[in-house]
């Protein structure tokens, strides 16, 4: 079996480091706190949590807000989760004192809950009604934890929907909200200016990169036995600059060729290549989305070179680039501004 893993969330033996953050994110549960989790996309957010909540043994709602179609949506999600986690029979009771109460069935092919309100039904009422619920599900000895990821759509779900969130959350006990979000800017809005309902909720945490030591060791440790194996898994972190997802993508490629194709020479390019092309056809579409400022950018970062100290582009056009680039993910900032996919940054380099 292939020694890393990526492309879904990982645990167990394929978790890799993060011990301080997961001691902290265990620490914080066992208290009335919440917590503001931020990285990039695919630093590993939901890996973190999800390995929280096995190893604390929580009962856990888990809810992606872009998946979120408006504020009754939201409430129906939740308490179909709700019915994943307890029993009905435990539910059902509550759910008769619901002031709008819902219609129910079960798929007789996955034995899942099928929930729906009526349309012209009050969603304010629907939400208070569900999240009343969930208060209710948890105790002083049995914390819920309620997680809410890419928590920064709540503002194009619902125009007032984070105050009414707000003003439910507050009155609530022993229930533990984890709010991720990779849009660290809107994140900050929404929890760290004053004017917003959100503001100062949780212990802010930002997750970065994993240790360029810590990565090396999981990863030497898991890579077959090879003539210089050390140069190739500084190779690996080179490319990948410790990026926790690309980092896994990378090291499974190697480990592939070492072991089904007992390469070991220049192993590393080979594996980059070779995820590259099969790429490209994805990496071309992107590129044909992008405007020419964009591409100028994207070429610029690719080469290492800091686009804002190009003179022939007007500075605010250049800032403007980069906040859209990056809000769709493409772009990060770190110490600076960043190709957040370095195949991609390959690709863009050959062309």
């Known amino acids: 079996m292939n020694a890393f893993k990526f492309g879904t969330i990982v ?80 539910l059902k009771y509550e759910l008769s004192h619901f002031r709008i109460v819902p219609t129910f069935s079960t798929n007789a092919m996955t034995n899942d809950w099928q929930v729906s309100f009526n349309l012209s ?36 779900i619902d125009r007032n929907l984070d105050r009414q969130l707000r003003s439910i959350m507050q009155h609530q006990q022993h229930i533990n909200y984890i709010f991720m979000g990779s849009q660290e800017s809107m994140m900050h809005e929404i929890f760290e200016q004053k004017k917003s309902p959100f503001y100062h909720f949780g212990s802010l945490m930002k997750l970065d990169k994993i240790p360029y030591d810590d990565f ?25 600059h410790c990026h926790p997802y690309y980092t896994q993508q990378l090291a499974s490629q190697v480990w592939e060729k070492i072991v089904y194709e007992k390469m070991q020479e220049n192993v590393v390019e080979k594996a980059i290549s070779e995820v590259v092309q099969t790429h490209d056809l994805d990496y071309e579409r992107l590129w ?64």
């Open 216 to 240: 090396y060791s999981f990863i030497f440790g898991r890579l077959p036995a090879v003539r210089l194996k050390e140069d190739i898994v500084r190779n690996i972190l080179s490319f990948t």
């Open 288 to 351: 044909n989305n992008f405007n020419r400022t964009d591409r100028s950018i994207l070429r610029q970062l690719a080469q290492d070179e800091n686009p804002m100290q190009d003179y022939s582009v007007a500075p605010s056009t250049t800032f403007s680039s980069l906040k859209r680039l990056s809000q769709n993910g493409i772009v990060v900032k770190t110490t600076a501004y960043e190709l957040e996919d370095p195949f991609f940054k390959q690709w863009i380099k050959q062309q």
């Open 11 to 90: 645990g167990g033996e394929f978790f890799t480091d993060r011990k301080r953050e997961l001691e902290t994110i265990k620490y914080k549960l066992d208290s009335e706190n919440h917590i503001i989790l931020i990285s990039p996309r695919r630093y590993g957010k939901s890996s973190l949590v999800k390995q929280c909540l096995t190893e604390t043994k929580k009962n856990f709602l888990w809810l992606d807000l872009q998946n979120v179609l408006s504020a009754s949506d939201l409430a129906t999600q939740l308490l179909k989760k709700l019915l994943k986690t307890f029993t009905y029979e435990r």
């Open 121 to 156: 039904a009050d969603s304010a009422v629907i939400l208070e009604d569900v999240m009343q619920l969930m208060q209710k599900m948890a105790t002083d000895k049995q914390h819920l934890v309620v997680v809410f990821d890419e928590f920064q759509e709540i503002r194009k």
